[in-house]
């Protein structure tokens, strides 16, 4: 079991960046697969990215390639969501997410959630 935190949210125009960051409990933060979706109000929920316990291999959703970076710093048990030319549509609540044994996707998510940040891009 793991414990995660989203921080990073807030409000920016159109064009603007944030990071989001995910800290996890534990010192089996290493052995996880992690990943970061999105829902606004009235929405599904939607996959946003994803990476594999060490960090070589990375999946975004296609709303999201090209201007999203997720990235993992094992050591400090943290994983990150770099957002760059945020679009009103990025505007949801983005959600931390973690598996032992699979990378979470689409269909699978993991069975691990954090309690969500809340992003906000204006026009």
């Known amino acids: 079991q793991v414990q995660l935190v989203e921080s990073g949210g807030g409000m920016v125009q159109s064009g603007g960046s944030l990071r989001l960051s995910c800290a996890a409990d534990?010192?089996?933060?290493?052995?996880?697969?992690m990943g970061w979706f999105r829902q606004a109000p009235g929405k599904r929920r939607e996959f946003v990215a994803a990476v594999n316990p060490s960090g070589s291999m990375t999946y975004y959703g296609d709303p999201v390639k090209g201007r999203f970076t997720i990235s993992r710093d094992n050591a400090k048990n943290t994983l990150y969501l770099q957002m760059n030319s945020l679009k009103p549509d990025d505007t949801a609540v983005y959600y931390c997410?973690?598996?032992?044994?699979?990378?979470?996707?689409?269909?699978?998510?993991?069975?691990?959630w954090g309690q969500g940040t809340q992003v906000t891009v204006s026009s």
């Open positions: 997410n973690a598996d032992l044994y699979n990378v979470p996707s689409t269909l699978l998510p993991g069975a691990y």
């Open positions: 534990g010192r089996t933060f290493s052995n996880y697969a």
